[in-house]
């Protein structure tokens, strides 16, 4: 069991924040100076991406590829129509659907796949199997995330997954060009797939922390996406490490006998890129100290990650999975001793402050 209690904003060093600036849920930039988009096309796709905590569409300013695969009344794959790069943030982007015969379509799309244009040498971290016109089946599209596979068959993540959203569009309907008369546009509402963990240990004695004697593992089978964007339960386990580290030092709030006062304390950050949170799922977070290879904490993920569901204005409307759903970003601190051991008593998930009384350590469930 476990209590919490909302504190004013803890202050994780200015620093440690410029470092994880990538952990940013939606990129604040604004395309105003880019012209409008016109694309001649009778039929359309527009995306959204207003599922997230700010509620607000953020498809422009953060997703830079889009693919969308056509079934047709049978469920059979058609064709695809794909595109990216600067066009995707022009205001009233929409994807031009052309050359299908009239009918009834199922839509689904995949956005992220090709970041070619971002000029980084990472490879891609998602794709989707090649189809084939009439043969493949809308149920067999499975969206695949690259990871490492060691030598003893477990499966290992330890990139900074490039950002994947997903969406479908059913029942869309293709008419004759002849026939037309107002152009037809069909929206297809976006959910991100991919979350930004930052794990932070702060020492508390005032010794350093060594963020390279800590081991940093979430488990869980999420690496493979169905068409309607549920897990396939087949995959493996993927087991995610951390993609990179930070120490430091940062302001804590402390309250010793009575009175209270900022401390800079030693601090060190792990960040980790997963693939899509479910709430049905039993992800677990586990923290080793690789000098003595004791668990420092192991924690189900999804459970502590809810946390911040109660406290937010938005977040207590939504079910457990609309809430994983919209929220991209957890910043999880853990308060150490001076020999690099959980003070077990509190953990602080996005500035809630959770206190203890039952934690599973170091089991294999919970």
């Not at 058609?78 to 009233?92: C, H, K, R």
């Not at 084939?132 to 995330?145: E, N, P």
């Amino acid at each position: 069991m476990f209590n919490f209690k909302n504190y004013l904003n803890w202050p994780v060093a200015a620093a440690f924040l410029g470092a994880a600036s990538l952990l940013a849920s939606c990129d604040s930039a604004i395309y105003e100076d880019l012209p409008i988009c016109e694309q001649s096309s009778r039929h359309a796709v527009k995306f959204q991406w207003t599922r997230n905590m700010l509620g607000s569409d953020a498809f422009s300013a953060n997703v830079h590829s889009v693919a969308v695969y056509v079934f047709d009344e049978n469920d059979k794959y058609v064709t695809t129509f794909s595109e990216s790069g600067d066009i995707l943030a022009m205001q009233g982007y929409t994807l031009p659907i052309v050359g299908l015969e009239p009918g009834e379509y199922t839509f689904v799309a995949w956005c992220g796949l090709d970041n070619s244009m971002e000029g980084d040498t990472r490879s891609e971290s998602f794709t989707v199997d090649n189809c084939v016109a009439g043969k493949t089946s809308r149920q067999d599209l499975l969206c695949t995330m690259k990871r490492d596979i060691y030598s003893d068959g477990t499966h290992h993540s330890s990139e900074e997954l490039y950002d994947l959203y997903h969406g479908t569009a059913y029942g869309v309907t293709i008419y004759d060009d002849n026939d037309l008369g107002d152009d037809h546009i069909y929206t297809i509402n976006l959910t991100k797939d991919t979350n930004n963990v930052a794990i932070i240990l702060q020492n508390l004695s005032g010794e350093d922390v060594d963020i390279s004697k800590f081991f940093f593992q979430i488990e869980e089978n999420n690496g493979t996406m169905k068409p309607d964007n549920s897990l396939d339960e087949n995959d493996e386990v993927i087991n995610y490490h951390e993609y990179d580290t930070f120490t430091g030092t940062a302001g804590v709030d402390i309250d010793t006998k009575g009175t209270r006062a900022i401390e800079n304390v030693s601090t060190g950050m792990a960040l980790i890129k997963t693939s899509r949170l479910m709430s049905n799922k039993h992800s677990m977070l586990t923290i080793r100290n690789t000098d003595t290879d004791e668990v420092v904490a192991r924690i189900p993920m999804i459970d502590y990650a809810l946390i911040g569901k109660v406290g937010s204005p938005k977040g207590k409307n939504m079910t457990d999975q609309e809430y994983l759903d919209s929220q991209d970003d957890y910043k999880l601190t853990f308060f150490l001793d001076k020999n690099g051991n959980w003070i077990n008593a509190s953990i602080n998930i996005n500035n809630w402050t959770i206190y203890i009384d039952d934690v599973n350590m170091g089991g294999n469930d919970y």
